[in-house]
């Protein structure tokens, strides 16, 4: 498209704020002159509460230098690295059904055997994190399906998000995501809630980028409030039993590999050990 041929900034505007991709337009001064519905969503703010302002002040203060790090090496050339992570967060995560995933697991012993005891006699009776103990119960892939849920502005609060075994029709995942900023830590985490008998279990993993031009969310902290795993019990209709996991850690690694597919190591940690690792090849559908 050539801007030269609308004489309407008005309706470049328009077209921006209707596409499903988000879109921030910062000056040379870091200030927020154009923003989509969708790219505010993503900051968590609304396009009034942006627009106009510093870029800054929709990141914690902590995170202010490594913020500037990032827009000066959009101006140089690690343009390409910061450009895989803002493809697999801005296409993978906001139009999952969009992709295939083929997957392939790993268990070893004796994870294997703590792993199938938990998976035959809990996971199984609730059809909830059934996780694949052998490799051929992945052999047929994986199913995707997305259900956003919306307030009445129509933005979207979570978004569902179930994966189920393709050949079996086990359900490995079942739930609701959003953003969420954890008292005391420096930058918004991405929150999994799993519906679960008598409750939940939330994960709450911190993003990262690394060098290498890899995006890795990682469900690990210290304390009581940090990203990590923690179990959710309703005693009743106004008691909660929260308990922090600290020997349970996921991570997850996105990167695309030499010939530009884009790829995830998946890896479940308990007590130290590894328990599985799954890999995902992503693909969009034809």
């Known amino acids: 498209m050539e801007v030269g041929k609308y004489k309407s ?3 470049l505007s328009h077209l921006i704020r209707g596409m499903a991709e988000g879109v921030i337009f910062i000056d040379d001064q870091n200030v ?3 923003c989509n519905p969708v790219g505010g969503s993503i900051r968590g703010v609304s396009v009034e509460e942006i627009t106009g302002k510093n870029f800054l002040e929709c990141h914690p203060k902590p995170t202010h230098e490594k913020v ?3 827009i000066e090496h959009l101006k140089t050339d690690r343009k ?5 992570t803002v493809k697999i967060k801005g296409r993978f995560y906001e139009h999952t059904s969009l992709f295939e995933l083929d997957t392939w697991s790993e268990t070893r012993f004796p994870a294997r055997l703590f792993l199938w005891l938990i998976v035959s006699t809990v996971s199984r009776h609730m059809n909830q994190l059934n996780f694949p103990v052998f490799g051929l119960e992945t052999s047929r892939g994986m199913t995707s399906e997305i259900l956003p849920l919306r307030d009445a502005s129509g933005r979207a609060v979570y978004t569902g998000w179930q994966r189920r075994l393709a050949g079996s029709g086990f359900t490995i995942y079942a739930g609701f995501y959003s953003t969420v900023q954890p008292p005391g830590w420096p930058s918004p985490c991405v929150k999994v809630v799993f519906p679960l008998p008598e409750g939940n279990a939330t994960a709450i993993l911190h993003p990262e980028y690394n060098p290498q031009g890899h995006f890795r969310l990682i469900s690990k902290g210290r304390r009581f409030g940090d990203p990590g795993f923690y179990r959710i019990l309703e005693l009743n209709s106004q008691q ?3 308990r922090y996991l600290r020997s349970l850690h996921e991570e997850f690694d996105f990167y695309t590999d030499e010939r530009g597919i884009l790829r995830c190591d998946h890896i479940v940690r308990f007590l130290g050990m590894t328990m599985l690792r799954l890999h995902y090849r992503i ?3 034809n």
């Open 9 to 11: 900034a008005e309706f």
């Open 32 to 34: 927020v002159r154009l």
């Open 68 to 70: 500037l790090q990032i």
């Open 80 to 84: 390409k690295e910061l450009k895989r």
């Open 240 to 242: 909660l039993k929260v």
């Open 283 to 285: 693909r969009p559908k």
